[in-house]
């Protein structure tokens, strides 16, 4: 039996959770390599509850870090199957973690970097309710590999929450061609999405793409009130 995920949280700065935002953590890292980006927007989103769950698989290239999925890099379907055998997991954590605040669904915003925003992305789309909005650093929207792979994860979307890519211009572990390639997928499968692009920026978030990230965040929620 799958051990139930867990990570470090922050209250909400109003003391009462209206909003929660669930960061997913990129390969090789854990809960704690994101949690502090909710201390960067508590201003912002004062009634936002924040966690951070470390991902269920030890990571073998990193001993104290962790993975939501294998990455070996010799077979082109495996973030495919990756995501798929991760999801469950990661709805059932959703799907708790909102009723220890007793939010409804649409309360719910994804933040992920990397492999967490394939995590994002793929569990975010096929959730019963769609969250206010999912903002994905430096990762892909997953596809299988096969011909015809776009459009057997396009009839599998059931809800349409609004999307916001953040990618670093030199971006070198997963390209900046990968936010093309991801938003003209979702734009395809009628998912509204925007882009931003940090100019000079590796794999990672700099000031202003997290500015926009916080942002856009403001706006989903502020359109759910």
Not at 29 to 43: C, H, K, P, T, V
Not at 191 to 202: D, K, R, Y
Request: charged share 20%; net charge negative; glycine share 12%.
């Amino acid at each position: 039996m799958a051990v139930a995920l867990d990570g470090p949280r922050l209250a909400p700065r109003s003391g009462k959770a209206r909003q929660l935002v669930v960061f997913l953590h990129g390969y090789g890292a854990d809960g704690n390599d994101l949690i502090a980006l909710g201390q960067e927007w508590q201003s912002l989103l004062p009634d936002a509850a924040f966690v951070s769950p470390h991902a269920p698989e030890p990571c073998p290239g990193a001993p104290m870090g962790r993975q939501w999925f294998e990455l070996t890099f010799r077979d082109p379907d495996e973030r495919w199957r990756g995501v798929n055998q991760a999801r469950p997991l990661l709805d059932a954590f959703l799907d708790a973690e909102l009723a220890r605040h007793g939010l409804p669904g649409e309360a719910l915003a994804l933040v992920g970097f990397s492999q967490g925003t394939m995590m994002s992305l793929h569990t975010g789309l096929r959730r019963a309710t769609a969250p206010a909005a999912i903002v994905g650093y430096s990762g892909l929207y997953v596809t299988p590999e096969e011909e015809g792979g776009p459009e057997r994860a396009q009839a599998e979307i059931r809800v349409r929450p609004p999307i916001l890519l953040v990618h670093g211009t030199e971006d070198n572990l997963i390209p900046v061609q990968g936010l093309f390639v991801s938003a003209q997928l979702l734009a395809m499968a009628e998912v509204p999405v925007e882009w931003h692009l940090s100019p000079g920026i590796g794999h990672g978030i700099d000031g202003e793409g997290l500015r926009h990230g916080g942002l856009f965040l403001d706006r989903a929620f502020a359109r759910r009130r």
